[in-house]
């Protein structure tokens, strides 16, 4: 067993004084400011069933930054949740300004709806116990997802594929689609293998796509039909980014841009 971490008194007293009215996440983050001592959310919740009796169903309200701590996302991918993907929330007024505020128990029927749809291999699992949501549920969806990163990893015969088609001078959108890899892992493994003298320099920079199949605005449309593939899984502009090998801002602007025109179309019809 490790050594127990006393209490100090101020800890104590803000512990009895937010219990009921803060969220976990919050009240560890401020015993972490107060003490020094980074107290895990179980060690938190065993002195509040000694101290106080336990878990308050007063506690329930989130904010989208709790959220995103929670599920190891940032918090405009939480708003796009909000937006976009079912996540119900409510508006409240704090210190002048109106932030998004969900309820715990719909957190948890969201997760449950959506699971399938989310990358769980960031999730905080004592957060997320925290407010409910099963332990072996957790575990297994952050294996699952984990499993389904690791598939952006490259074998040694991924690798000698790889070296075999940047020599043949394959786009990247080609390598990409060959070998069922997003565009910046295809990068990233590139320079990993010029840093490490497995595959020369070329003199003039890989394509990214054969010019003749580039649309609109740059993209081709196996990048358009992948960014709304994944925008309808609920995935973050920063994995879809990725994907297409595009950055943040410009895939926000091209989804903006598809999103009309399939609107147009289903008007007109």
């Not at 072996?136 to 499993?147: H, P, Q, T, V």
Request: charged share 30%; glycine share 6%; proline share 0%.
């Amino acid at each position: 067993m490790g050594i127990q971490k006393h209490w100090s008194t101020e800890e104590e007293c803000y512990l009895e004084s937010s219990w009921g009215n803060t969220n976990i996440v919050k009240i560890q983050k401020t015993l972490y400011n107060i003490s020094g001592i980074k107290r895990s959310i179980s060690a938190i919740k065993e002195k509040a069933n000694r101290q106080l009796g336990g878990f308050s169903k007063n506690m329930v309200d989130l904010k989208t930054s709790d959220v995103a701590d929670m599920l190891g996302k940032d918090v405009s991918t939480i708003r796009y949740y909000i937006r976009n993907n079912g996540l119900k929330a409510r508006k409240k007024k704090l210190q002048g300004k109106y932030i998004n505020i969900i309820k715990a128990d719909d957190l948890l029927d969201w997760i449950y709806t959506v699971s399938d749809l989310i990358n769980g291999s960031s999730w905080d699992y004592l957060a997320l116990r925290s407010i409910g949501l099963d332990g072996d549920f957790i575990n297994s969806k952050r294996k699952k997802d984990a499993d389904f990163n690791a598939s952006n990893s490259f074998t040694h015969i991924e690798n000698q594929r790889l070296i075999r088609l940047y020599n043949d001078r394959c786009t990247y959108e080609e390598i990409s689609r060959i070998m069922h890899k997003s565009f910046n892992a295809i990068r990233r493994q590139l320079s990993f293998l010029q840093d490490n003298g497995r595959i020369e320099l070329s003199k003039n920079k890989l394509k990214i796509t054969n010019r003749n199949s580039i649309g609109e605005y740059g993209w081709t449309k196996w990048q358009d039909e992948k960014l709304l593939e994944m925008d309808r899984l609920g995935c973050s502009l920063k994995e879809i980014a990725d994907a297409v090998g595009k950055n943040v801002n410009t895939t926000k602007s091209r989804r903006r841009r598809l999103k009309i025109q399939e609107q147009n179309i289903k008007n007109v019809s």
